[in-house]
């Protein structure tokens, strides 16, 4: 298993900001760039929902939740992707997880998640 580490959570006051990144310090640089790489999050009492992903070449894809809100990004140079959150909302509070996964046989490494909490 890749270690995957997330940084960038923390408490945000509605209408905030925040701009969450996810590593694989350990990863080649050449294979991170085969990976397609999705951020999942958890609210409490809830199962865990898929909010935003980009693909090798770089399509990205967000539920209809976040849309307008949520910008997903990938440095591969560094193995970083980004997730920039803004207008953020209560409803937004949650553990939230990176993971990266192959496409061509779903391997998938996750990260160990991040609290972001939206409150005032």
């Known amino acids: 298993q890749v270690p995957i580490v997330e940084s960038g959570g923390g408490l945000v006051q509605p209408g905030g900001s925040l701009r969450l990144s996810c590593r694989a310090s350990?990863?080649?640089?050449?294979?991170?760039?085969?990976?397609?790489i999705n951020w999942y999050r958890q609210a409490p009492g809830k199962q865990r929902e898929w909010v935003a992903g980009?693909?090798?070449?770089?399509?990205?894809t967000y539920v209809d939740s976040v849309k307008g809100r949520f910008t997903i990004s990938r440095d591969n140079s560094n193995k970083k992707t980004y997730l920039q959150m803004n207008s953020l909302q209560p409803e937004d509070t949650a553990v939230y997880y990176c993971?990266?996964?192959?496409?061509?046989?779903?391997?998938?490494?996750w990260g160990q998640g991040i609290q972001v909490t939206v409150s005032s």
């Open positions: 993971a990266l996964v192959r496409p061509n046989d779903d391997t998938t490494h």
């Open positions: 350990t990863m080649i640089f050449s294979v991170f760039t085969t990976y397609d």
């Open positions: 980009i693909t090798t070449g770089r399509r990205t």
